[in-house]
Structures are given as structure tokens and as C-alpha cells.
């Protein structure tokens, strides 16, 4: 069995798994979608010649007019602790919204491991949706003491 088709059974057992709204397969693409929730999808392809999968997910749009050197920053900051971050990602997309990524080894997978990482996928999405949608307060509430890498937490709770 080649890793695409492994990842297709995986991805078709976690959605049970975890109680996922619903779970999209286009194997010949090797994409799949994940409805985590009713406004929150998680994409994974495979590369099957790299022998990883990589997670995306929208981590929304601006508020038109809007500073967005502080949001920047933050993001090249967040990429330099690739270590605490588990090498997550952020870019923009060519329509003006952000995205993020994440490129995961697929041989060791297992349906409890990808769930588990669309989880803190998911949830990493949820903390850049708000940094997204407010940087310059996210910006205000970051502390050295309290900043949590892994969820980009010292951005929001501050």
C-alpha cells in the first residue's frame, strides 16, 4: 500500500474518531477536507515523494484598511521558533488572506496521531483567526513570560 492510499484510510477513520462534521476524499488529488466545525476546515494533502502530508486552513482576512506591519511581524517571529511551533507556517494567499501550513511526516501516522494533529491544527487556526482579525491587540497582549509558541497564546491572552 503506497502512503496516499494509507493517508486515505486514515483520514476515512478519523472522522468517527473525533466526531468531525464531515470528512471530504479526493484521492486522486491526494487532498482531503476535514469540517472540524461549522466554520473551520482542514485541508491535507499528501506528497507522496517527500513522504509527507501537509495541513492547511484559512486564517482569515483582515479588516480592510488596516496595519498590517504588526501582523507581518508576528508572523516572521512565529517562524523563527519553528522548534516550539512544530514548523508551522503562515503566508498570504494571492487574494489578500492568510493561511497556514503545516508539513508532517506521514510514515509514522496512525488514526489517533492525525487526529490528534488536526486538533492542534485546528486550534492554531482558531488563535491566528483572532491575531488575524485584531493584530495590533494581539500585538499589545504579547509577553515574553507567557508566550505559548505552540498556540501563538501570548499573542491573545497577553
Known amino acids: 500500500m503506497n502512503l496516499t492510499d494509507r493517508i486515505q484510510d486514515l483520514v476515512a477513520e478519523i472522522g468517527p474518531l473525533r466526531d468531525y462534521m464531515a470528512v471530504a476524499s479526493y ?17 491535507i494533502e499528501m506528497d507522496e515523494a517527500a513522504g509527507v502530508i501537509v495541513l492547511s486552513g484559512s486564517a482569515g482576512t483582515p479588516p480592510a484598511g ?17 522548534r516550539q511551533s512544530s514548523g508551522l507556517q503562515l503566508a498570504r494567499d494571492a487574494d489578500g488572506s492568510y493561511l497556514a501550513l503545516l508539513r508532517h511526516g ?3 501516522l496512525d488514526r489517533t496521531r492525525l487526529a490528534a494533529l488536526v486538533d492542534r491544527f485546528a ?22 513570560d507567557d508566550f505559548d509558541p505552540s498556540l501563538a497564546a501570548g499573542f491573545i491572552r497577553g
Open 106 to 108: 506521514a510514515a509514522d
Open 27 to 43: 484521492p486522486e488529488d491526494s487532498l482531503w477536507r476535514v469540517l472540524v466545525d461549522e466554520d473551520l476546515i482542514v485541508e
Open 123 to 144: 486550534d492554531w487556526l482558531r488563535a491566528w483567526r483572532t491575531i488575524v482579525a485584531n493584530p495590533i491587540a494581539a500585538m499589545a497582549g504579547k509577553a515574553s
Open 66 to 82: 488596516r496595519d498590517l506591519n504588526a501582523l507581518h511581524e508576528m508572523m516572521l517571529d512565529y517562524g523563527a521558533i519553528w
